[in-house]
Nanobody, 126 residues
Framework: VQLQASGGGLVQPGASIRLSCSSSDGTFRNYHVGWFRQAPGKEREFVAGINRVGNTYRPNPMKQRFAISRDNAKTTVYLQINSLKPEDTAIYYC?????????????????????WGQGTQVTVSS
């Protein structure tokens, strides 16, 4: 499967943005999908994940402003970010891992995903 991340851009502080992670593979519903971000000079960090059965996980700092969802009919996973801050500026990557696991757990580490998209830049600035 190939992933295409899109929806990034230059946005003002306080605005919202919705990023998309799309696949042309009709079996995308059988993948866990995660969103990560990497700011200049910083390590890549996990921001949200959704497993194949629709359970989601966000780290505590992301819970208020970040939301992840999936539309299996459109083979797309979305990342909604509200009340954007300059510190949200980063390249946002989506990643996927094929699985038959129906447990409620959501992968959240880099090495739990083997398929990565190319990233989409989000810049928050006035």
């Amino acid at each position: 499967v190939q992933l295409q991340a899109s929806g990034g851009g230059l946005v003002q502080p306080g605005a919202s943005i919705r990023l998309s992670c799309s696949s042309s593979d009709g079996t995308f519903r059988n993948y866990h999908v995660g969103w990560f971000r990497q700011a200049p000079g910083k390590e890549r960090e996990f921001v949200a994940g959704i497993n194949r059965v629709g359970n989601t996980y966000r780290p505590n700092p992301m819970k208020q402003r970040f939301a992840i969802s999936r539309d299996n009919a459109k083979t797309t996973v979305y990342l909604q970010i509200n009340s954007l801050k300059p510190e949200d500026t980063a390249i946002y990557y989506c990643a996927a891992e094929e699985t038959s696991d129906d447990s409620p757990s959501v992968p959240r580490k880099n090495n739990e995903y083997t398929i990565w998209g190319q990233g989409t830049q989000v810049t928050v600035s006035s």
